[in-house]
């Protein structure tokens, strides 16, 4: 049962380009949305995050869209930069007293190319 | 601050053998995590304490994992025998008590498990 299902699987833009990740989920318990960034031979790092009650947030060139009716989120980076080249995920985390815990999507490999 | 520490980085063992993963999650940090990551399943959770009591282990495979936090500086995960189907690469992350501002997993870099 995948929860959090993200597409696409591995992306190849430009430099200076767009990317585009998307998620989506089912779980209407779901509060919390963050971005995960992990480089190889590293551990995923937060990136961005978004609650949804807004249906957008920006911080620098990396923006998350959120569409509650659609229960679908997006990653975008302006201007692609060959060092955002990494692997993406999206995460959702359900709401609830006790229940911490992310439910990840199976990421995306971004590649950048000059 | 140091961030999760997880040892060894890498590991190679043979089938049967036992192997103990360790991590020390950040000072002041209430929950800890355990995730496993491969290619087919993508990041899984394992197993995650509140305050060193383990509050949820569904995720743990099967009866040769276990996992403990004898402290709230220390936990470690054991399999035992371990198989080649438990190579991948093994995270513990730490998160502070969840509140109005700050609700992220802090990670480490990971135990690269490989099961000949």
């Known amino acids: 049962q995948q929860q959090v299902k993200q597409s696409p699987q591995s992306l190849i833009v430009q430099k200076g380009g767009i990317s585009i990740i998307n998620c989506a989920y089912e779980?209407?318990?779901?509060?919390?949305f963050p971005w995960y960034q992990q480089f190889p031979g590293k551990g995923p790092a937060l990136l961005i995050a978004?609650?949804?009650?807004?249906s957008e947030k920006k911080e620098g060139r990396f923006t998350i869209s959120f569409n509650k009716s659609a229960k679908q989120f997006s990653l975008h980076i302006m201007d692609s930069q060959p060092g955002d080249s990494a692997t993406y995920f999206c995460?959702?985390?359900?709401?609830?007293?006790?229940?911490?815990?992310?439910?990840f999507g199976k990421g995306t490999k971004l590649s950048v190319i000059p | 601050d140091a961030g999760v520490i997880q040892s060894p980085r890498h590991e190679v063992t043979e089938m049967g053998q036992e192997v103990t993963l360790r991590c020390k999650p950040i000072?002041?940090?209430?929950?800890l995590f355990w995730y496993r990551q491969t290619m087919m399943r993508g990041l899984e959770l394992l197993i995650y304490?509140?305050?060193?009591?383990?509050?949820?282990d569904s995720g743990m495979p099967e009866d040769r994992f276990s996992a403990k936090m004898p402290n709230a500086s220390f936990s470690t995960l054991k399999i035992q025998p371990s198989e080649p189907r438990d190579s991948a690469v093994y995270f513990c992350?730490?998160?502070?008590?969840?509140?109005?501002?700050?609700?992220?997993?802090?990670f480490g870099s990971g135990t690269r498990l490989t099961v000949v």
């Open positions: 992350a730490s998160s502070r008590r969840p509140g109005r501002g700050y609700y992220g997993y802090t």
């Open positions: 779980n209407t318990a779901f509060d919390y």
């Open positions: 978004i609650r949804p009650d807004v």
């Open positions: 995460a959702a985390r359900e709401a609830g007293a006790g229940s911490y815990q992310l439910t």
């Open positions: 000072s002041g940090h209430d929950y």
């Open positions: 304490f509140n305050n060193n009591v383990p509050i949820d």
